[in-house]
């Protein structure tokens, strides 16, 4: 304790069904009490402060939420935290590494991927799944890919300019 | 938005599910793909005192054919497993069809046919296809096993006639006699809105003649709509314009469509027949495309 004092939550009522979860973020173990009911976006973000997964539009839609879960893009506003026990969840907080960005951040990056940053987050993730399985897409096939992440900005261009320079690269970094 | 508090329960067996069910007493939920009873939950539109979470039961992400060509797909097969499937695409022009245009990608990563079926949405692309496809499930409850024909499954919007405690372990698409020929086609506002008209067409030929045939509506009704009418007209012959037309006619009878923000009825019973008309004339041998 750094002070004299630490302010506590209540003690939840007894009857109120709690669970104990091993998520591992990022890499990294992380544990927590929760109810049920606990959507998994909340728990990175209120629970873990990974405030870099956003919530938007909460029904399903926009796709600004997605994570990958065990490598696989999933909308974390439609998953419950509790069904991540023992699974590996990537949110873009784990993206870059210890002194550089991931390819796919770089491109967004270079190619002006982005305007306001809400949906990135999203768009990178669904992006780097997407070519780990289609490491040469075609521009049609990266719209595709896409199609359930939504961007109010730009209008997608850059996005896909973005995801196929990212493409160019990682093939780079493959062959080399 | 949080949902309501529920009971959860994980369990590692089928039968331990059942039992589950059966202890929730009406009360209880199956959870599978969740990517449309998370969204009702959040909204509150459901709130059962238990979810039943069955991703963890073994053995249930299958997709498989029989030898004799029946095709079972597993309560855990995902969408994006059937939109992958290479022997879908080699053996099921009606399911390859659906499965890319069903809700987004990220949703098809986690959502499942079987509880698509379930869900009993009218706006539901499954229900359309397995009803055009002579489809059942198997349920298993706690008195054994049964089949339950898909155009019997649905009693009308999100209800289905599944007992309280039975779980819909897998789907099955019979084994074709014929050449399976056919599509799906949908028309949406956006990628992931809820379908405007989605057509589901399933035939199969012999010696060039139309053998069986199912025609399944999507979104024009207050459930599932099973164009019978419709696919009769293309029995015991082969595919002709005439036929063709007439099939069109007969399902764009058959839809109830509403006049909505999607569309007015009228503008909806006319992309039902002009989707019966290009799903058919598609088919490899159809003579259709000559008139």
Redesign the interface.
Same mark, same amino acid.
């Given at each position: 304790m750094s002070s004299l004092f630490a302010e506590v939550p209540p003690e939840p009522a007894s009857d109120?069904?709690v669970?104990r979860v091993t998520i591992n973020v990022n890499g990294e173990a992380r544990t927590a009490v929760i109810?049920?009911? %606990? %959507?998994l976006a909340?728990l990175l973000r209120q629970g873990f402060g990974l405030t870099g997964t956003h919530t938007g539009c909460?029904?399903?839609?926009c796709?600004v939420c997605?994570v990958l879960f065990d490598g696989?893009?999933?909308?974390s506003?439609?998953? %419950?935290a509790?069904?991540a026990d023992g699974h590996n969840i990537l949110t873009v907080e784990g993206l870059a590494g210890a002194s550089e960005l991931h390819p796919v951040q770089e491109a967004f990056k270079d190619e002006h991927g982005l305007q306001c940053g809400f949906c990135t987050p999203g768009m990178m993730l669904?992006a780097k799944a997407f070519l780990e399985t289609n490491p040469d897409p075609t521009e049609d096939e990266v719209r595709?890919? %896409?199609?359930?992440?939504l961007c109010r900005c730009t209008g997608y261009q850059n996005i896909v300019k973005s995801v196929l320079a990212a493409a160019e690269k990682l093939r780079g970094q493959a062959g080399n | 938005m949080y949902p309501s508090r529920f009971r959860y329960e994980a369990p590692r067996s089928v039968e331990e599910a059942i039992a589950l069910l059966h202890q929730g007493g009406g009360e209880a939920k199956v959870l599978a793909g969740g990517q449309s009873l998370v969204p009702m939950l959040k909204l509150r539109f459901a709130s059962p005192e238990m979810l039943v979470d069955i991703n963890n039961l073994p053995g249930l992400d299958y997709l498989r054919v029989d030898a004799d060509g029946t095709i079972r797909i597993g309560a855990l097969c995902r969408h994006a497993d059937l939109e992958k499937s290479t022997l879908l695409a080699a053996h099921q022009p009606t399911m390859a069809a659906a499965a890319p245009l069903v809700a987004d990608p990220i949703v098809r990563n986690r959502g499942t046919l079987v509880g698509s079926l379930c869900h009993a949405d009218p706006q539901g692309d499954w229900a359309s296809v397995m009803i055009a496809l002579g489809g059942h499930i198997v349920a298993q409850g706690p008195k054994g096993r049964r089949k339950i024909a898909v155009a019997d499954l649905m009693k009308g919007p999100f209800q289905t006639v599944l007992a309280y405690d039975e779980l819909a372990i897998e789907a099955v698409v019979p084994a074709p006699k014929g050449v399976a020929g056919g599509g799906y086609l949908k028309l949406e506002r956006r990628v992931g809105d809820f379908a405007t008209v989605g057509v589901a067409i399933a035939i199969e030929t012999s010696a060039g003649s139309v053998i069986r045939a199912g025609i399944g509506l999507t979104g024009v009704g207050g459930s599932t709509i099973n164009a019978v009418d419709a696919a009769g007209a293309l029995l015991g012959g082969p595919l002709t314009a005439d036929t063709i037309a007439r099939a069109s006619e007969l399902a764009a009878q058959a839809a109830q469509p509403r006049s909505d923000h999607r569309g007015s009825a009228t503008y909806k019973r006319h992309i039902v027949s002009t989707f019966v008309t290009r799903i058919l004339t598609s088919v490899p041998d159809s003579k259709g495309k000559a008139a």
């Open positions: 109120v069904p669970r109810e049920p009911r %606990l %959507l909340h909460d029904t399903t839609n796709g997605t696989t893009p999933i909308k506003c439609t998953m %419950l509790v069904q669904t595709w890919a %896409l199609s359930g992440n | -």
